[in-house]
């Protein structure tokens, strides 16, 4: 896909970080933008920001974990602008979680396993039949990370899991697709190469009220990357972010090749997964990183 003028793109979490610049990157390339979400004092902002650069956008309240909830904004996107192009299945929320796995509340292991995993298995079943059924070059793409798809940090053992589980299911998405010669194309996500300056931290300000618990802020003590550059200051590690437009502009850059992995690393990363690949194939026993990232 070289051009995306006309082309509507479909982007959960689309309100603030990496959903908000793909918006506004493929926006400013022509493309229609329609944006689901739950926090509300973000969508109103972009749904401003977008309307003063003259992008066609509709903003749209979106719950992913629920199936009836992604179906409406498939059909409100179609309504809109008459059919899919691109699909970003890319809302995710971090637990906050902290301590020993077996203290960790069930309420945490629900919300990020019903957000993370849930809404990319959901967000599939309501837009694949219609991108499969326009029969024209499409895409589906979806938000992973490294932290669980390519190497397995200590410090986060919920979103970890949620994201081992997304990356497996998109690369088997993307073989079926295959398979069946579809003109579906499918693409991993992974924003990097560096922790994205983004509210994934601070998820708890969309946290459902079922699942809410009586601590405030997560257990961690890192409620945004500020926090977090702090904490590493502390171990003598001067942490080092990547803006969320930095993503989005590689993610384009990446679809425009077709390409599978989305993934920009640092050399100090790529060596990390070659020695977790190779740990693997000499059965070493593993030893976990000081600072999960």
């Known amino acids: 896909m070289q051009d995306f003028t006309d082309k509507v793109a479909v982007i959960t979490g689309g309100a603030s970080g990496v959903g908000r610049s793909l918006a506004f990157a493929l926006g400013r390339r022509g493309a229609q933008i329609v944006i689901g979400d739950v926090d509300s004092a973000a969508m109103e902002q972009v749904s401003a920001d977008l309307e003063a650069e003259g992008i066609r956008a509709v903003v749209a309240h979106c719950d992913v974990t629920q199936l009836e909830s992604l ?7 179609e309504k809109a602008f008459g059919a899919i192009h691109l699909m970003f ?3 995710g929320i971090g637990a906050g979680e902290s301590g020993a796995m077996w203290d960790y509340s069930d309420k945490d292991w629900q919300w990020c396993l019903n957000v993370n995993l849930w809404g990319v298995i959901n ?21 992973g990370s490294g932290n669980g798809a390519l190497l397995v940090y200590p410090d986060q053992p919920i979103y970890t899991a949620t994201k081992a589980a997304v990356h497996t299911i998109t690369e088997n998405l993307h073989y079926q697709v295959q398979a069946g010669n579809l003109k579906v194309k499918v693409s991993a996500l992974f924003p990097g ?20 618990k009586d601590s405030k802020g997560n257990e961690s003590g890192i409620n945004s990357v500020d926090d977090m550059k702090r904490m590493a200051a502390e171990y003598g590690i001067e942490l080092q972010t990547t803006h969320p437009d930095e993503v989005a502009e590689m993610a384009v850059e990446g679809l425009m090749q077709d390409a ?24 070493t026993t593993p030893v976990p990183d000081q600072v999960g990232g």
């Open 71 to 77: 179906n409406s904004l498939a059909d409100e996107a």
């Open 123 to 143: 967000s599939i079943k309501a837009f694949m039949p219609r991108l499969v059924a326009l029969d024209e070059p499409t895409h589906f793409v979806i938000t």
């Open 193 to 212: 190469p560096h922790i994205v300056d983004t509210g994934l931290f601070n998820s708890g300000r969309v946290r459902p009220e079922a699942l809410q």
């Open 89 to 91: 299945a890319n809302a």
């Open 260 to 283: 599978f992995w989305l993934l920009k690393t640092t050399a100090e990363t790529d060596a990390k997964i070659r020695a977790r690949t190779e740990m693997i194939m000499n059965r």
